[in-house]
């Protein structure tokens, strides 16, 4: 792939970086210094540092260095638990950045994990957010997650991320501003998501297994478990509206954006990923300084999380064996959300299940996020406080 | 002066604006956004819409009607009090943002100023923060300030803002963290600040007195003041060293810079500003489009809050009137804040001022924000959550 080419269109305006895929990604880390951790201020720090067309390995590096950097500012002994809080919130996501720019099937990638994950901890305890770790046996293996518990009282929010989060990604989505709010939030890790594919745990044909398991881990935990969302973000727009095809336990579902047919969705947008890139253009593209390596390490994670080499071949698991969502069945008032920024197959699938549900129930709404809202790129990264207003206010009214 | 010069270095890190002073004000803003109202998707949305050189009354119009845009979303019914919060803040800081580019001199200048405090007012309803407006009375006028008032028993800590601020401004310095860790804040317009100019309010030769009467307020306001501290950015930090040096009812002392001679400080950094300009010269600057619009008019505010009819004789009258603060007197604990993007001389003065007192006092701190804290710039606008971290774990240690 070139410099220009993106894997997948996913906002409209230009931050930064030359790349729009990395663009995106910084215009994500900015979404999240609005929510806690670290600042406009040190990202832009930071992006200078790399230049407009950083190397994924520079990447990585200037964010792991800022994570040591605030390792030794947390050395301080007189900071109060809630300055605390704010660095591990910085440290966990810096890791985070750098883990997008580590190949999943290089040595440093699962440690490089741990550390976000411990980060990540030390974070929620000084936050002292009610956080539990949890497992849920799934396929001889297990899906990890967290669980925030506000009540047994409280209603329940499951918060699924896409092809590109890790659980600790579900908290700024979900699992904070739902703390902040008297929710409890579920944020688990799916087969294929986080470091599951370490453990043989790669995308599943179907999503609502392992998410019904969630369901009755839920159940199990809470007897008094009474109002239960689902809120899928990216690939999770696929994920939950196979869960709410299939599980009628799930009583309210919220989607940014709905996706009902995955692989006609691969085939209009993956363009550019799936021409076939010989290793000739891609020496030629290298010397005229012009390969786009940072979608090249992305299409290798992705190959990695659908247990295959390379991307092509995932893609062709996809074509294989995704199905398609009969979203006639859903009954439950949906939430859906969609920027103007996203890639048109997004927009067109997301208006297709509005049209198709809007009269089953008078809480059912599509929201649409244009340009001025600032909340129109791919899962609102760009406007989080304001998507996490219309998601509760929402849920607020559903389940009042 | 050309559109490459600024008025004062008060950044490292150039983030979109052609022209410096334009740039901080933008980074500012990205900072506001960090605390509450607009994201940085609504903030770059309306940089693509200005371009990089755009002229102050596209900047106006480019934020008045974001103020208006957000004026029909707050039309809809549905929004709950957090939700129309956010939005009042967003707009509340469009509208402050636009004002910084409308000449006080204009007939649009005081209405504006005016649709701000009114979305400021309903912004902290809608919060329900315990916020109350007050004026002191102050030479045959008076100077309006806002109370947040969290307890009688709660330490309280006087904001204030330097040449470029509002009393709204000082909610998100000071007010909005300080209510969510059980402060008392008064935020106050002083001579020379807010619209106080249009009442003949002008900057005064000692910022000493309406601060002292402001005291005299609190202590009538609740009968149990006991901890009482005060917090300057930017020309702040000579207003409350001033104040310093002669109330020892001021227990505490935090500056982000402390400033003890201003008329030091405009000879050394405001150079560009002080040069003849001559209207032959301006004429050929806008024919080659490199005359510094925005900076023309930002010294055009800057005489009418001296009360002066340009630049040039407001600096001639801070030559003439203003007073080097004696900060030998100074015998409180102090917490000074310097970001490594300051200007020189402003570092200079902080470090002289801090080596003159630190022994006094074992609290005494000189707290410097180097480039990768993210909160190097100008009153930390780059990174206002941590400074925010640093203000109030400091207090609570001196008030423990």
Redo the contacts between chains.
């Keep these: 792939m070139k410099e220009s080419e993106v894997i997948l269109k996913r906002q409209s ?1 230009r ?1 930064f970086f030359k790349n729009g895929d990395t663009d995106f990604f910084f ?1 994500w880390l ?2 999240i ?2 929510v ?1 951790g ?8 930071l992006a ?1 540092r790399l230049g407009k067309s950083p190397k994924p390995s520079t990447w990585k590096k200037v964010f792991l260095s ?1 994570a040591d ?1 605030l390792a030794q ?1 947390l050395g301080n002994p ?3 638990k ?2 605390k809080a ?1 660095y591990y919130l910085a440290q966990t996501y810096s890791i985070r950045s750098a883990i997008q720019f580590i190949n999943p099937f290089s040595e440093e990638y699962l440690p490089t994990v741990q550390r976000m994950e411990e980060s990540f901890k030390k974070a929620t305890y000084s936050l002292k957010a009610p956080i539990e770790e949890l497992t849920i046996h799934y396929q001889e293996s297990y899906l990890p997650g967290y669980y925030l518990h506000s009540g047994d009282d409280c209603p329940t929010l499951i918060m699924i991320g896409g092809g590109d989060t890790y659980r600790e990604d579900l908290f700024y989505f979900a699992g904070y501003p739902g703390w902040k709010r008297g929710y409890n939030v579920l944020m688990i890790d799916l087969p294929g998501q986080g470091s599951n594919p370490s453990r043989e745990l790669t995308f599943d044909v179907n999503a609502a297994t392992p998410i019904s398991l969630c369901i009755d881990w839920l159940e199990n935990k809470n007897p008094k478990l009474n109002h239960l969302a689902i809120y899928g973000v990216s690939g999770g727009g696929y994920f939950t509206a196979q869960a709410v095809e299939q599980d009628t336990r799930i009583q309210a579902w919220i989607a940014s954006t709905p996706i009902y047919d995955i692989a006609e969705l691969f085939k209009k947008e993956f363009g550019s990923s799936l021409k076939t890139s010989s290793w000739l253009m891609n020496a030629i593209l290298k010397l005229v300084g012009n390969l786009n390596e940072s979608a090249d390490l992305n299409l290798q994670k992705y190959a990695w999380q659908f247990g295959t080499t390379d991307f092509k071949k995932a893609i062709d698991e996809v074509f294989k064996g995704a199905k398609v969502v009969n979203y006639h069945k859903v009954q439950c008032p949906c939430l859906f959300i969609m920027g103007e920024g996203e890639s048109a197959e997004l927009q067109r699938q997301a208006k297709v299940v509005y049209e198709a549900v809007k009269s089953k129930n008078s809480h059912t709404r599509l929201q649409i996020f244009e ?7 791919h899962c609102q ?6 998507v996490h ?2 998601v ?2 929402w849920l ?2 559903i389940f009042e």
Tied chains: 1, 2.
């Excluded at 670290?38 to 720090?45: A, P, Q």
């Excluded at 340009?371 to 790129?377: C, F, I, P, V």
Aim: glycine share 8%; hydrophobic share 30%.
């Design positions: 305006t931050l215009n900015l979404g210094g609005e806690f670290f600042s406009h201020g040190e990202l832009y720090y200078q800022h950097y500012k007189d900071l109060s809630q300055s704010q340009a001025e809202s600032g909340a129109d790129a990264v760009n406007n989080l406080r304001l207003n219309v509760f206010d607020n009214t």
